[in-house]
């Protein structure tokens, strides 16, 4: 049975070329492959992801998603106090810490709600970013 790409999407880095393509065949089922590639040519990257590629599990790819949207949803139930605690615990004083609730807060009603990322969403990536950086710092 002949495989055609229907989408594709891909990673780089100095290691190599990985990507992800939904391929279907004859009769219409369509599978997730992925693979390590050339990155010479899209079209001959895809072909080569489906024919030498990995069968994904989508019930797996479903979990590792909803462990990253749990995680955001922690971070959107987030109160003020926990919010100025995190900011204060790398390095941030109170009084600089309750000044950029306060404005980041003052946004959000300016320009609506749910138009922009939630105000502990961003809190909460500030914390990762620094985590991350403390933890490179010791490498």
Known sequence: MTTKAIDSM??????????FVVGENSVGERCLYAGVVSGLSQKGDEQAVLSWGNRVNI???EGL?????????????????????ILKG????QEEAENFVASIK???????????????QIVHEIRLGMERGRDNADK
Request: no cysteine; glycine share 14%.
């Open 90 to 93: 790398n390095g941030i004083t």
């Open 59 to 61: 019930s797996m790819m």
């Open 10 to 19: 891909w990673f780089n880095t100095a290691q190599g070329h990985f990507g």
């Open 65 to 85: 998603i909803a462990k990253v949207k749990k995680e955001s949803k922690e971070a959107s139930t987030m109160g003020d106090e926990k919010a100025i605690k």
């Open 106 to 120: 003052k946004g959000m009603k300016e320009i609506g709600e749910g138009k922009i990322i939630p105000f502990y």
